[in-house]
Nanobody
Framework: QVRLVESGGGLVQAGGSLRLSCQAS????????MGWFRQAPGKGRELVSV???????YYLDSVKGRFTISRNKLKNTVDLQMNSLKPEDTAVYYC??????????????????WGQGTQVTVSS
């Protein structure tokens, strides 16, 4: 059974930093997609950052230059370093993983597996 477990959320002031971590178990995602998504109150879930099918990192425009995604294929983990946080970054952040890539030829693909989510709250 595949499980994705996130950690690292919390409350931080604007301009601060948080690091989210996701540990996958049940299968290894070294050759498929892993990434981060978020859902703010009253909004749909959006892709924040994933590794595309060529292994490059893709970022939502509003987080470029502030967030950095990284992964450890041996440990089956994916992290998201979030710097210069803004109140509009407040959301539940979800780790997602796919049986294939999560972004191919500029198109996002839905993960097959989701974590339970971790709350990130940025105060102004």
């Amino acid at each position: 059974q595949v499980r994705l477990v996130e950690s690292g959320g919390g409350l931080v002031q604007a301009g601060g930093s948080l690091r989210l971590s996701c540990q996958a178990s049940g299968r290894n995602f070294a050759t498929s997609g892993m990434g981060w998504f978020r859902q703010a109150p009253g909004k749909g879930r959006e892709l924040v950052s994933v590794f595309d099918w060529l292994g490059g990192a893709y970022y939502l425009d509003s987080v470029k230059g502030r967030f950095t995604i990284s992964r450890n294929k041996l440990k089956n983990t994916v992290d998201l370093q979030m710097n210069s946080l803004k109140p509009e970054d407040t959301a539940v952040y979800y780790c997602g993983a796919g049986d294939g890539a999560l972004r191919v030829d500029g198109q996002n693909r839905q993960p097959n597996y989701w974590g339970q989510g971790t709350q990130v709250t940025v105060s102004s």
